[in-house]
């Protein structure tokens, strides 16, 4: 048995924009208390689901790069799933509002990222903290 080891680099932002915006469209109506449903399509048999993690559990992409990336997106869903039971729809949504002003902005720089999230989680967390009611 071969494996085919295709490496893009042109596209590869275009690509993780892309994977991400497919699945979480596909996704986001299963959001909130209003439980749409999805219809996920694997032969032999359909499934109608309204959980973000069964969802995620079942969705494949045919272009095998998105598939790589969204392998990633799944795998972050399902801990978030495992680790808080429940948030997994929501975290998606997160994901993809992250990747697009990412893509909005054009800055590509992890690092500046990374350090732009904290200090907006910070700043969030102090917000919270501070309109707590005793």
Do not use: C, H, W
Request: glycine letters at 6%; charged letters at 30%.
């Amino acid at each position: 048995m071969s494996t085919e080891i295709k490496i893009i680099q042109d596209k590869t932002f275009q690509t993780i924009v892309s994977a991400v915006n497919e699945f979480v469209d596909f996704v986001k109506p299963t959001f909130g208390p209003a439980s749409n449903k999805v219809i996920i399509e694997k032969v032999p048999y359909r499934l109608v689901v309204d959980d973000g993690v069964q969802i995620a559990r079942d969705f494949e992409f045919s272009d095998p790069a998105k598939n790589a990336v969204f392998k990633i997106v799944r795998e972050a869903l399902i801990k978030t799933n495992d680790r808080e039971g429940d948030g997994t729809t929501g975290s998606a949504i997160v994901l993809q509002g992250i990747i697009n002003e990412v893509a909005r902005q054009g800055n590509k720089d992890g690092r500046r990222i990374e350090r732009e999230l904290k200090k907006g989680l910070e700043e969030a967390k102090a917000q919270l903290l501070k309109s707590k009611k005793a």
